[in-house]
């Protein structure tokens, strides 16, 4: 029992500030979270009092803020001479958590963490408080996409005299800004680096300046330069704007807030360099051009042909169909007709040769000879011109027809009668 009041249940948190309990009110009969600060053992009676002091005056300052993106603090009481934080109760999963369970995040939705973290600072920043100890570990991710930023045991307030102890830097080693790795102060900027190195790491599963220990992990914030995220995507120019090592030139909350929209309403981004497209093959495209397929029924059996062609000079040559054997004798094929002869070019003029002209045929009997020596087709007899007298003999041959007709018929065979009109 803490203060009389608070019930100590399980451990549900432990940093390297303290430990963090689950807890019941007994006096409003609701469950609270309870931190303990545990100080380094390094420290003496005077700084250790001093820092107690410290806690309970910064715990003070955090209860003024109301903000949906932060942990409500209730109450704080001492006991053993150390300061108790009574906070709110948010059995979550920290965003440290998640990574570890699930994996690094993508971009998008690491910029939606990143979005509500921005305001929870931005309402923090405005009461003149600083987080100073930004990190995954105190990301708590809860239903409805809803973020909160926890655990504000050793924010400060910005006009407060007793900023830090003489010689102690607190905070996470992997999150802690240069700045204050060097001379143990930080404002706004500091808990924004803190913001870039958190979604460093939500994106690639690793702190950014992460080392074997706290001290060579310091010395790479300092002086180490950043490594690429290589599954950053979009989300590349915040963190690289973030994780400046000068705070003059570090984004803002301003711009960052504009990096983070964007990032958001991006496409989608998919983790990976993209596979080249398959090309495709000259042979392959004029095959699928130029290749056809025909299905013929047949009685009795199915005929498949196929034809390719072949070239765009050369004529398709034709494939025999092959057909299934029937009742029926089947009837000869055709005899493929000849390809025409290519005609002969025509012979320079004798006259420029000075050769006597060549004579051409002169009957019709010789330009008849000379087709079938070239073709190999006899040629068409050629039917007599009709004269006079042969017209006039069959039109008195279809006049007698026609009354041969009538009168079988019992028709008239006067001009003008129903037989003429009819016949």
Known sequence: MVAGRYRLGAVIGRGGMGVVWQARDELLSRDVAVKEMIWPPSLTDHERQAACRRATREAQVAARLNHRNVVRVFDIVESGGCPWIVMELLPYRSLLDVIEDEGPLAPAEAATVGLQILAALRAAHSEGIVHRDVKPANILIGPGNRVVLT??????AADSTAATTAGLVLGSPSYIAPERARDGHSGAPGDLWGLGASLYTAVEGHPPFERANALASITAVITDELAPATHSGPLWPVLSGLLRKDPDRRLDAAET??????VGAAPAYVVGPPEPAPRRSQGSLAAAVGS???????????????GLARSQNQPPTPTPAVVAPTSAPSTPPRRPAPAPARRPARAQSSRRRGQEPRAPPTSPQDRSRKRRMVTGIPSRPSRPRATATTIRTRQD?????????????EYSTEPGGRCEDRV
């Open 292 to 306: 056809a397929a025909l299905l013929v029924l047949a009685a009795g059996g199915t005929a498949v042909g196929l």
């Open 151 to 156: 655990d504000f045991g050793i924010a400060w």
């Open 257 to 262: 807030e504009r990096l983070l929209r964007g």
């Open 397 to 409: 041959q279809g006049a007698g027809l026609r009354r041969e007709y009538c009168a079988s018929h």
